[in-house]
């Protein structure tokens, strides 16, 4: 049976996963530049190893207000197209092994913001996991009401 | 398949950089035309594509390359001299290969490039009786005796020995009895019959013949030995290899990661404090710093690499225009960053091309104002200040700066006004306007007006910059300041709110401290200034223009940019330092913000935003103008006479008239003969407009003496499309208008008085002056404005 690796994380006490391979890394950071005039879900950029990379703040593409930057925050870095991006997130989770049998569309009644950036919902045991469509959780000039 | 491919491409490269060097031995042939040292060179270089060309099954390339050594030969030889047309030839020829190859290199094969026409032209410049043996492909045209008269003539150089070693083909060394000759250490017969002897048998080297049988200098033949074995000293393949630039820019981020990884240990180690560790530690930083350094290095090229192709262009050229021009090139080993040298080649082309075009003057003419006829250009390159500059300077007549200033006036980038005052650099700067040429003929060359604007879009978008100076009859110096690389630049870290930003230094023309007493902003109708030296400088609030909390106007600072012809101040909460900081590309997201040019790793590790200082100039201006129209709008629809309304203080004779600033479109200086009259008006010609003139003396009815100077000061107010003029004696101040002792006015043309700085100041009734400059200056606006009244 066909399986799948999920890297999970949660995001106001909500369990979302994205497929292992477009991960980069999990890291915390503490300090973000705050960039003026960007589309209000880019949290700020931090410097990876020299690198510059921004990170979305999935609370915002998620409808929900800005998550404060202050102390360290995890980032789940996806590969990108080209060029790394990071999600901000609230807390890590494991990396887990989904049979595509326990997928399922999302709920009809899931609307909002959040019903544009999943793909699809996981039955884990004692909880549901949203399949995050990595290109529009980092699109950040998708509208957000 | 695969190899043969990897072959062709090392093949290509190879021939290239050939090329180029034949360009300039060519050139430098002309010049020293009995060089037998470049002949040999050229020659080479020639024979060694012609053997390739005919391994790889390129035919064509073959017999275009074996026609042009042909020729060569005969000149190596001396059985014909170097002539120019012959140099002409041969860079045709050398043309013809190099378009072979880029066609071999866009499609693999020879394609339809025309070599007959090339080979005929060869041919033509070979004396007639060696023409067949040369040429397999072509019979001896007819036209090839009267195209090549000077071909016809004997040998001068009968002295060379009759047998020399056999053709010295690959050329690696040189034949030891031709260095003993040249350096006149051996007799051409004494050479000739030695070689004569070892063609007969004998074993012995040539050297060692000449020195058994004492015709030559045991110190001359071990000196033209360890010469014979420097020689191929030009080809530097033995030293140095071929890298991708692709694995040299992974070495330059992964040199980038070290150094944060280091700068993350030592804090580290610093923290334990254990001093065995510490010395590593200092010892990691400064290895990872040099080899940084290294790595830098490595991308690094001297200038030559472009400057290699100008001799021939500035040949061609000047050939081609009739005119004598020597190049002469200075600090050719100065070195920038590859991707630097490809962005200033095409506008250093662009200013060479332009010079020899339009700063050289003919041999004529320069003789006429005591010059030599031969102009000289000069390339110079050097370091200065963390950048490099690179001049073209060249002897001829100098920019005429009256045609430019009258061009700039024709163009409506100047008013004629403006030009007494402006600084001679600042007119000649009009050149570099889009669309701008004053060239009085169009050629082929330029004077088409498209160009300089090009070079300076160019160079600014590597973070450049180009300025030009001239003095009439001496010459003019184009110069480019370039940053070194394009990964680091010199800036200037800065605070606004509570973040860091970075400004590139190559635009910070100067800081100002504002203390809020002796310097501060001021208010032009809502838009920020700064008067430096007199001179009004719009500012930007850095806070504003990012969307932030706008901070207040005292001590705060001023950092005066240039960009994009234009000067402002930015307005920033404190300047920290200036420092190298590393670019970096900032990611695509926030290309359309257009603010930032890049990011950077600040020295705490935080990434730290560059502003793009041309972007920051446009929307300076916009935004002024946006606030200006807001103002007048909601002037207009409140009233005149709002609390701290800013006003414009004029003199008018012995009075002090103040006019609210909302309503100032622009202040200007009219020469005074420059006013005409249009039946009992006064009215002075305006962008293209007739003005209508009020002198508010004569409407106020003030005693008023007339003042002394060339020029009337006037405020411009426009609406709709229509504007007037009202002529005051002089500009006195802007200031704040009090709302104390304030009372409405008794006399005509007037709304009130007020006591502005402890003075009685009169308000003047604006709407009544503009009506007595012009009775229709309302009528055709719309209804709007007919119900406020």
Known sequence: MASRQFATFEVADQLFGVEVHTVQEVLSYNEYTPVPLAPPAVGGLFNLRGQVIAAVDLRVQLGLARKALQGPVMNVILRGDGEPVSLLVDRIGEVVDLDDDTFEPPPDTLSGPTRELVVGTFKLDGRLMLALDVNQAVDTYRATN | ?789
């Open chain 2, 1 to 789: 398949m695969e190899d043969l491919g990897e072959i062709v491409g090392e093949f290509l490269l190879e021939s290239h950089e050939n090329l180029d060097q034949i360009d300039r031995d060519l050139v430098h042939l002309e010049q020293d035309p009995n060089s037998r040292d470049l002949i040999s060179r050229i020659f080479r270089a020639i024979h060694t594509i012609k053997g390739t060309s005919g391994f790889l099954a390129f035919g064509r390339l073959e017999k275009l390359a074996h026609a042009g050594e042909s020729l060569l030969s005969k000149l190596r030889d001396g059985v014909q001299p170097v002539t120019p047309s012959t140099i002409t030839t041969l860079l045709a020829t050398i043309d013809g290969v190099r378009s072979l190859l880029t066609a071999i290199e866009e499609n693999g094969s020879e394609g339809d490039v025309d070599v007959e026409s090339i080979i005929v032209q060869v041919n033509a410049q070979m004396s007639a009786e060696a023409a067949p043996a040369a040429a397999p492909a072509v019979k001896a045209p007819a036209p090839a005796k009267a195209a090549a008269p000077a071909a016809e003539t004997p040998a001068p150089l009968d002295e060379t020995p009759a047998r020399r070693a056999p053709d010295p083909v690959e050329g690696q060394r040189r034949p030891l009895g031709e260095m003993l000759v040249e350096a006149g250490a051996a007799q051409p017969v004494d050479v000739g019959s030695a070689l004569q002897q070892q063609i007969e048998g004998d074993e012995r080297k040539l050297g060692t013949i000449l020195l058994d049988e004492g015709k030559a200098q045991p110190a001359a033949v071990s000196e033209a030995l360890q010469t014979q074995t420097q020689t191929p000293k030009r080809s530097i393949a033995d030293s140095a290899i071929r890298v991708d630039v692709d694995l040299l820019d992974t070495l330059l981020n992964m040199v980038g990661e070290l150094v944060l990884a280091r700068n993350q240990l030592v804090r580290g180690v610093m923290d334990i404090g254990d001093p065995g560790l510490v010395r590593s530690a200092q010892r990691l930083g400064m290895i990872t710093s040099e080899l940084q350094e290294g790595i830098m290095k490595t991308r690094m090229q001297p200038i030559e690499h472009i400057w290699s192709k100008l001799p021939r262009v500035v040949r061609d050229l000047s050939n081609g225009l009739g005119k004598q021009v020597q190049l002469v090139m200075q600090g050719k080993e100065t070195e920038l960053d590859r991707s630097l040298l490809e962005a200033v080649k095409d506008p250093l082309t662009h200013l060479v091309r332009n010079a020899v075009d339009h700063g050289i003057e003919e041999p004529d003419r320069r003789v006429a104002s005591g010059k030599s006829p031969e102009g000289t250009l000069t390339l110079r390159a050097y370091h200065e200040g963390g950048h490099v500059a690179v001049e073209v300077a060249d002897d001829g007549a100098g920019l005429n700066v009256e045609r430019i200033a009258q061009k700039a006036v024709e163009n409506g980038l100047l008013r004629p006004e403006q030009i007494a005052s402006m600084d001679r650099r600042d007119i000649m700067a009009m050149v570099f306007q889009p669309g701008f040429s004053t060239a009085a003929k169009v050629t082929n060359v330029s004077g088409r007006g498209v160009g300089m604007d090009v070079v300076k879009t160019n160079i600014e978008n590597i973070g450049g910059a180009v300025s030009v100076d001239s003095t009439p009859g001496e010459g003019t110096v184009w110069r480019l300041t370039i940053p070194l690389t394009l990964a680091i630049i010199q800036a200037l870290t800065v605070d606004c709110g509570d973040q860091r930003y970075v400004v590139p230094q190559v635009a910070v023309l100067e800081l100002v401290f504002i203390d809020g007493n002796s310097t501060k902003i001021e208010y032009a109708s809502g838009a920020p200034v700064y008067r430096l030296r007199g001179k009004l400088l719009p500012l930007v609030r850095l806070d504003r223009a990012l969307g932030l909390n706008v901070g207040g106007d005292q001590g705060v600072y001023i950092m005066v940019l240039q960009a994009d012809g234009r000067r402002f101040g930015l307005v920033v909460d404190r300047v920290l330092n200036t420092e190298e900081v590393v670019v970096k590309a900032l990611n695509s997201r926030f290309k359309d913000i257009g603010l930032y040019a890049g990011a950077t790793i600040l020295g705490d590790g935080k990434v730290g935003l560059i502003l793009d200082v041309s972007s920051l100039a446009r929307r300076s201006h916009l935004t002024a103008d946006a606030e200006r129209s807001n103002l007048e709008a909601s002037s207009r629809a409140s009233g005149a006479g709002g609390t701290g309304e800013r006003l414009l203080v004029t003199a008018v004779g012995e009075r002090r008239v103040a006019i609210p600033l909302d309503t100032v479109t622009r202040l200007e200086e009219f020469p005074r003969d420059r006013i005409e009259h249009a039946g009992s008006r006064e009215v002075v010609q305006y962008r293209g407009q007739i003005l209508p003139l009020v002198r508010l003396s004569h409407l106020l009815g003030a005693y008023s003496e007339e003042p002394e100077g060339d020029t009337v000061s006037v405020v411009v107010y426009s609406e709709g499309g229509r504007s007037v003029a009202l002529v005051v004696d002089r500009i006195v101040d802007i200031a704040e208008n009090s709302t104390t002792a304030r009372r409405d006015a008794e006399e005509d043309g007037l709304v009130g008085t007020a006591v502005i700085q402890q003075r009685v100041t009169e308000l003047l009734d604006v709407r009544r002056a503009i009506l007595a400059a012009d009775p229709n200056f309302y009528n055709d606006m719309t209804d709007e404005n007919l119900v406020e009244v």
